[in-house]
């Protein structure tokens, strides 16, 4: 069965419920479905693999959790997640043989990250997701930093913070019995191992 877009022109709450019933067919008929969809949200929670294309191209075929968490290049990180991956420009570099992300004044450790290869100094780009950040929760992590909040962004259950991590934009996610003010200092922290690292002329992960 091959559906092209079926939802797209559906209103939010019906297109919820149509999901949950294509899904139900497809365990139903044991049937091989090709789904067209340029919604992550549909993709993640239908497919048993994703492939996600490019000009044609397929970038990354793999099942859903892992494209989400492994993604193989930039575009594929940014194109799934909402909020969208934090992406931070800075470079790769090897102090006393351990490796470290640095942009600014921040170093980020990246002893617990595994690269895909031994990687080379240079210039990369750092990413990681907004639920994979902790806030306010104190000492204990690989990597914690303090910031200023700039933007509070209530969304009900949750809670989108940003603030500024090495000059550049950062946004956690938090849940909304713990949102704070605008100008609050705050303090972030997060393991490496749970972020992707990308080189900076190829988009492809390190």
Do not use: C
Request: aromatic letters at 10%.
């Amino acid at each position: 069965f091959l559906f092209d877009e079926p939802l797209s022109n559906l209103d939010a709450k019906l297109r919820s419920e149509l999901r949950v019933e294509i899904k139900l067919l497809h365990r139903k008929l044991e049937n091989t479905m090709i789904y067209v969809t340029h919604d992550q949200i549909e993709a993640m929670t239908l497919a048993d693999r994703i492939a996600v294309m490019r000009g044609g191209v397929i970038q990354q075929l793999d099942a859903p959790q892992t494209i989400y968490n492994r993604p193989v290049n930039r575009f594929v990180a940014g194109f799934l997640g909402s909020p969208a991956m934090n992406f931070i420009d800075g470079s790769l570099e090897k102090d006393n043989g351990n490796w470290h992300f640095a942009v600014e004044d921040v170093r980020i450790p990246l002893g617990t990250y595994a690269f895909e290869k031994e990687p080379a100094p240079g210039p990369a780009v750092f990413g990681i997701r907004p639920e994979h950040v902790a806030f306010n929760s104190g000492a204990g992590w690989p990597f914690s930093a303090t910031a200023n909040v700039e933007v509070v962004e209530p969304m009900g259950s949750d809670t989108l913070v940003w603030l500024k991590l090495g000059g550049q934009n950062f946004t956690v996610r938090v849940t909304s019995e713990r949102t704070p003010s605008n100008a609050d200092s705050v303090s972030i922290g997060f393991d490496p191992m749970r972020a992707s690292l990308f080189d900076a002329q190829s988009g492809n992960r390190l």
